[in-house]
């Protein structure tokens, strides 16, 4: 698997603070450089690069000689104002001494719920990549609030891996790969399934400058897993780390993807694309559902929960309660409870109209796991 990165030809690079901070913790502008030189080795190869770069808060906290992340959320915010800025100064000169332009996108969780900003942020990132620039990403932080925050850039990484297809993601971190309590190094993960297993066993480490940790790289990593991108959790301050990856040798600890790769909007309904209720069905629609690809109709349908709208995205269980599936409805939940368990052709009659006959039609369900 390893060789086959070299064929990647869309990355995605998240940079954490740790691997632009000193050992002290402060934002070291050499460190920036050599990611930077980096990066730039890769475009000039016809790799497209989209970084997705912390920082931003550690810039300000210096800025403020601040040595404690702050632990409110305006504070946080104040710190990302004024280090975003440098931040993007510092990543445009050095891109420009190459000839190369950076471009600031600043997204939060809003961005990417909708679809229609997610297609917005979508066709903005890949017209850049097109125009031959480096688009930097960077969670919106001096406007998020909890509600609308990714939390971390690992997530926010993924997130923007799936929407563009991403042939490749990377994290770079101040760490050499995962590891378990241990201390032993794991090299290759080969599913979802195996990371969930090694989850509960992983070593720690948290800086006081970044946000997140392993667990919030492994809940990212499983994300693009299943999208059917491949992931590289390497160390940031290894000079030639991009290099190795590139030439395929064993660095870092290699997330190996699902083999199916997904629309976008599949992947929108899958990862980003927030749930406004929930549809149990019957065994039979069930497997209709899961075995023969079919659209789910109201004949399947044993109650529902929520407060849906046509169009929103609700998720399907089983009469167990187990989640299997997301859709976009084509019915308000008022709607599906007077139409559940009865055939398509009595719609009509019972509603006074029918819009279609399928509640979910097949080409708007993805299935999960």
């Known amino acids: 698997m390893r060789h086959e990165l070299k064929r990647a030809k869309r990355w995605v690079i998240k940079v954490g603070t740790s691997s632009l901070t000193t050992n002290e913790g402060h934002f070291s502008l050499t460190q920036l450089e050599h990611i930077v030189l980096q990066v730039i080795s890769l475009l000039k190869e016809g790799i497209q690069v989209v970084l997705v770069s912390s920082g931003a808060i550690a810039l300000g906290m210096d800025t403020f ?41 600043l997204l939060t969780r809003d961005e990417i719920q ?82 969930t297993e090694y989850t509960a066993h992983i070593y720690p480490k948290r800086s006081e400058k970044t946000a997140g940790g392993m667990k919030a790289k ?29 030439k395929g040798e064993e660095v870092g ?31 039979g629609a069930h497997r209709a559902l899961k075995e023969s690809k079919r659209s789910l109709l109201s004949s399947g349908v044993v109650r529902s929960s929520g407060n849906f709208k046509l169009g929103d995205v609700v998720e399907l269980a089983d009469e167990e309660g187990r989640i299997f599936a997301r859709g976009m409805i084509n019915y308000s939940r008022e709607e599906v409870e007077r139409i559940k368990g009865k055939r398509a052709k009595e719609i009509d009659s019972i509603l006074g109209y029918k819009r279609t006959d399928e509640l979910i039609h097949r080409n708007h369900l993805v299935f999960l796991g």
């Open 253 to 283: 600890s290699l997330f190996v993807p699902n083999e199916r790769r997904t629309s976008a909007k599949k992947r929108w309904l899958e990862h980003s694309a927030p749930s406004k209720g929930m549809i149990i069905v019957d065994q």
């Open 218 to 246: 492994l809940e990212a990593a499983r994300m693009a897993m299943r999208s059917g991108i491949p992931i590289v959790l390497a160390n940031g301050r290894d000079e030639r780390v991009v290099e190795r990856i590139l």
């Open 65 to 105: 000689k601040k040595t404690k992340r702050p632990s409110s959320l305006p504070e946080l915010q104040a710190c990302a104002a004024i280090g975003q800025g440098k931040l993007m100064r510092a990543y445009e000169a050095l891109f420009l001494n190459a000839g190369f332009h950076a471009a600031q996108i």
């Open 114 to 195: 909708v679809r229609e900003r997610f297609v917005n942020a979508k066709n903005t990132i890949e017209t850049l990549i097109e125009m031959g620039a480096v688009p930097i990403v960077n969670e919106n932080d001096t406007v998020a609030t909890e509600e609308i925050r990714f939390g971390d850039n690992d997530i926010l990484a993924a997130h923007v891996a799936s929407m563009i297809g991403a042939s490749l993601l990377i994290f770079l971190s101040d760490i050499d790969g995962l590891y378990l309590k241990d201390k032993t190094l794991i090299r290759q993960i080969h599913s979802p399934e195996e990371l």
